[in-house]
């Protein structure tokens, strides 16, 4: 008994031991554990507060209506036309929320479904669908998934591909509606503003929406704007165009635009002057902070900067002036469609500047083209021709060519030639269009002597010409007469203030007989405002002036009928002042005279007893149709280039006209549209600047 008894006592010894034990353990871990939380709050509190009460503020760029552009007496070209939007905003939404907000905005507005691809409604399908999504995976494939052997993306991939059509086709109409909306959520940037709608938005659906934003987050209504063109297409593919909403910065250029603090889907100029003047055009985009927490939440926006609409741009274009050129350009080319031998032509072209300041003062071009849908020929504006395509000139640059001989030695003021064709082995007679006789350099222009310019350049090329003998010259000849050329812009650009100007194109052989035809306008092409620039060269005495289409830049208003202070004016620019002497010049000035004023001139007839007093220089070239109509040809057909290149008046010269007819007509002979155009363009010139100086 008393063995049994002291067992007892032994395990009663040992059951508070242990409890002591366990007690003791739990006592020193709850110590660890207040010590632990005392030191959180103690120590690090003020840090765990900070994170918990910490912020970000992101400064969101917010559009504002571009500048507009009027013409050199204040006329609206390019305008703003406010319209109702529907935008919205990512604020840190997930995928289902999304969903949730599009398909109660669906149920309020109409959208267009045409963007969305199948690819779309896969996507949404297993949205819409997970467990069947899910079923699409064989049991062997998520084991493979499971051991690493397959990624997210290609059980996505998998699953993608084995969605059938007939289960694409459970998506209702208003499913697709709900996905077109919620395709545009989804493709926008965080706490950037996403256009959902800004086309016919209705005055019911502006309202309804703007009624019911507490049950639609991120949605909000708002006013977008949208180019107009007073004048219809008048100039449109000069004036250039702009990116769309969906479109937003162009991709070859967006990390420029990100690093000037654009949005992605901005809308920038992608052409011509909305592109060159997108900097000042774009205007002080309004500015909103939003504050989130660690979460991404927006708890606050304000607005930080109001903004402000960009600048306008004052055009050096008389818009009167530009839409009379162009209806004279159209109201020929028709006429001349319905004569013989014109089943080629399709263009024409104008310029007017002035020569002394390089003001465009309009910059015409048309073009005869088929509708596609209907069939039927209409005309297009292509004034954008004038600095993108070139043609040979043909006898309109014998004005550099003569002046090129002076520098060179190979001829001086007064030189006779005798003007006879000129027999080559090997080659075609290359004559004038009648044999002259002895002829000088003032005969030679106004006459339009081929010859004439044929033995200048031989003397150029150090050679001598024996009738019946090959024609050897120095190929060195064609540089020097090109650099001649250049310094009146003919081959180069001419720094016109507008993108993707070319330069014309240089003929590569060098053949002797090329040389001949070079320096009468018929082997290398030039762009008529090249043409245009050349003739300002000569007119204002020798100085090539760029050409530029902006005459000021100015502040905007809030009344937008009104000009703004100028902000900036464009100044003449001097690119260079030809090598050549004043009174070179002055001898192919009156030259130029004598083609327009003197008897025998090959323009007298048209511009002979003009009041305005012109001078100027005529050119028809033998050229190769490379139009739109070549694919059909085996062989490119011979055709007629005519051009003119004029300034008035001829004592103080104010404009500066280049016109370029290519491929007038086939065959040897035919009509003059060059001076049919050209006249009627400069009469209506003087007329408006009679009627404009009366208003003044």
């Given amino acids: 008994m008393l063995k049994k008894k002291n067992k007892k006592d032994r395990k009663k010894t040992h059951l508070p031991f242990r409890l002591n034990v366990l007690f003791f353990t739990v006592f020193l871990l709850f110590s660890i554990l207040i010590l632990r939380l005392g030191m959180v709050q103690i120590v690090y509190g003020d840090d765990y507060k900070r994170e918990i009460e910490r912020t970000d503020d992101k400064i969101i760029n917010v559009n504002v209506p571009r500048g507009k552009m009027f013409d050199r007496h204040g006329k609206t070209i390019v305008d703003n036309r406010a319209r109702n939007a529907i935008t919205y905003t990512n604020r840190g939404a997930s995928q289902e929320e999304m969903i949730q907000c599009a398909e109660r905005l669906a149920k309020l507005i109409d959208v267009k479904s045409d963007k969305v691809r199948e690819r779309d409604e896969k996507d949404y399908w297993i949205i819409r669908n997970p467990n069947r999504a899910r079923a699409k995976i064989t049991e062997s494939e998520w084991e493979q998934f499971k051991q690493k052997k397959l990624d997210d993306e290609k059980i996505y991939q998998l699953q993608l591909e084995r969605i059938t059509k007939n289960e694409l086709k459970e998506l209702t109409k208003q499913d697709i509606e709900v996905l077109a909306i919620f395709r545009i959520f989804n493709s926008g940037y965080s706490l950037t503003p996403q256009i959902v709608k800004n086309e016919n938005v209705t005055k019911k659906e502006f309202a309804e929406v703007s009624e019911n934003l507490e049950y639609l987050p991120g949605v909000d209504t708002t006013t977008d704007w949208n180019r107009t063109y007073k004048n219809g297409a008048t100039l449109k593919t000069v004036l250039g165009k702009v990116t769309n909403s969906d479109e937003g910065l162009p991709e070859e250029r967006v990390n420029y635009y990100l690093s000037r603090g654009y949005n992605r889907n901005d809308r920038v100029g992608k052409s011509y002057l909305e592109l060159q003047y997108e900097d000042v055009l774009h205007g002080q985009r309004a500015k909103v902070m939003n504050k989130t927490d660690k979460m991404g939440n927006v708890i606050e926006t304000k607005q930080v ?29 028709w006429k001349l469609k319905r004569k013989p031998a014109t089943d080629l032509l399709d263009r024409a072209f104008v310029v007017l500047m002035d020569p002394d300041t390089g003001e465009i003062l309009a910059m015409s071009g048309k073009q005869i083209t088929k509708d596609d849908k209907t069939g039927k020929m209409e005309m297009a504006d292509f004034a954008l021709g004038n600095i993108t395509t070139a043609y040979n000139a043909g006898s309109a640059v014998k004005g550099a060519t003569v002046l090129t001989g002076y520098d060179t030695g190979a001829i001086q003021p007064g030189t006779i030639l005798y003007d006879t064709p000129l027999l080559i082995k090997g080659t075609p007679p290359k004559k004038s269009w009648k044999n002259m006789g002895n002829v000088n350099d003032l005969t030679a222009i106004k006459m339009s002597s081929n010859v004439y310019m044929f033995r200048t350049a031989i003397a ?14 120095d190929v060195k000849a064609f540089e020097t007469i090109r650099d001649h050329f250049s310094q009146f812009g003919l081959g180069v650009r001419t720094g016109i203030d507008l993108p993707n100007e070319q330069i014309g194109f240089k003929g590569s052989d060098t053949k002797p007989g090329f040389l001949l035809d070079l320096v009468i306008g018929q082997f290398d092409m030039y762009t008529p405002m090249q043409m245009a620039q050349y003739v300002s060269t000569i007119a204002n005495g020798g100085y090539r002036i760029q050409p530029h289409l902006v005459k000021e830049i100015r502040d905007p208003l809030e009344d937008s009928d009104k000009l703004g202070p100028i902000s900036e004016e464009m100044d003449p620019k001097i690119l260079n002042r030809i090598d050549m002497k004043t009174s070179w010049v002055k001898r192919v000035q009156e030259g130029f005279r004598q083609v327009m004023q003197s008897q025998g001139g090959t323009a007298t007839s048209y511009f002979g007893s003009k009041s305005y007093k012109p001078a100027g220089k005529t050119g028809t070239a033998q050229a190769f149709y490379d139009g739109p109509e070549r694919y059909k040809m085996l062989e490119p057909k011979e055709v007629m280039n005519v051009s003119l290149v004029s300034y008035a008046p001829f004592n103080d010269p104010e404009v500066a006209m280049a016109v370029i007819v290519p491929w007038a007509y086939t065959g040897n002979t035919g009509p003059s549209p060059n001076l049919d155009i050209g006249e009627k363009v400069f009469d209506k010139y003087f007329e408006l600047q009679k009627k404009q100086q009366s208003i003044d």
């Fill in 305 to 333: 900067s109001k903004g402000k609409r960009g600048k306008d741009l004052v055009l050096t274009i008389d818009m009167n002036l530009q839409q009379e050129v162009d209806k004279i350009i159209e109201k020929e080319l």
């Fill in 460 to 473: 150029i090329g150090k050679g001598i010409y024996t009738p019946h003998e090959p024609l050897n010259l």
